[in-house]
């Protein structure tokens, strides 16, 4: 079964400080994309990255940073000296390669960071 | 970046009455379109796919009937909520693959429905 699980319902952290939030994943196919997504209060999806499974390397970019772990199906967001602007919902999700439509999202985790 | 984009935005409407949306890539060609529904504080659950000159795929549950997806062109797929009641209010969101460079689906703004 194809499944993602975003533990982590709500958020709340004071600006500045690091958060890290969870995506663990199951999946039957060898080969298949991870993806994070933020979800502002407006609603728009704004695509933050894709991680094919065969580069397991870790990825920064900014502020963010991505670890993901094939051992132990996780691939968690790290935002480093958070900032109000990060305040959103964010969705990890999974697709295969070979069924590229059917994205399997998490339930998403609200971030709120405080000034 | 690729971008898509939904018409309307915002959708108030009595019950009984139908509502159509669209989504359109605008700086890409997209043979396949994808369309969510996400109720408050939940994830995004997938709808139905649309393909281009061809009848839509649907997910199980949803009913074709009601929601009937008409994918007119390689830019245009429209969502037309037929007999609207108060239970599809809700936010709807569509997406369309990107073949190149690579492979990712971009999502449009979503249109929010509100059923009276």
């Known amino acids: 079964a194809q499944k993602v699980t975003q533990a982590q319902t709500e958020i709340s952290v004071v600006e500045k400080e690091d958060v890290t939030l969870d995506c663990v994943y199951e999946?039957?196919?060898?080969?298949?994309?991870l993806f994070w997504y933020k979800q502002p209060p407006s609603g728009e999806l704004v695509f933050l990255i894709r991680r094919n499974s065969f580069d397991e390397q870790n990825e920064i970019s900014g502020r963010y940073s991505w670890n993901f772990q094939k051992s132990t199906s996780s691939f968690n967001f790290t935002i480093t000296a958070s900032q109000v602007v990060d305040s959103a919902v964010y969705f990890c999700a999974l697709t295969g390669v070979y069924n590229f439509n059917k994205f399997y999202f998490g339930s998403g985790t609200k971030l709120n960071v405080k000034p | 970046g690729a971008v898509v984009s939904q018409h309307p935005s915002r959708v108030i409407c009595k019950s009984g009455t139908s509502v159509k949306i669209e989504c359109r890539s605008l700086d890409f060609q997209a043979t396949t379109m994808f369309w969510y529904r996400q109720f408050p504080k939940k994830s995004l659950m997938l709808m139905a796919t649309?393909?281009?000159?061809?009848?839509?795929?649907?997910e199980q549950g949803v009913e074709k009937d009601k929601f009937l997806i008409n994918h007119a062109s390689l830019t245009l797929s429209t969502l037309t909520v037929t007999s609207a009641h108060p239970e599809d209010s809700s936010f709807y969101i569509c997406?369309?693959?990107?073949?190149?460079?690579?492979?990712?689906?971009?999502f449009g703004p979503g249109t929010r429905l509100l059923v009276l």
């Open positions: 999946t039957r196919d060898t080969t298949y994309y």
């Open positions: 649309s393909n281009e000159g061809s009848k839509a795929t649907y």
């Open positions: 997406s369309a693959l990107a073949r190149t460079p690579l492979e990712t689906q971009y």
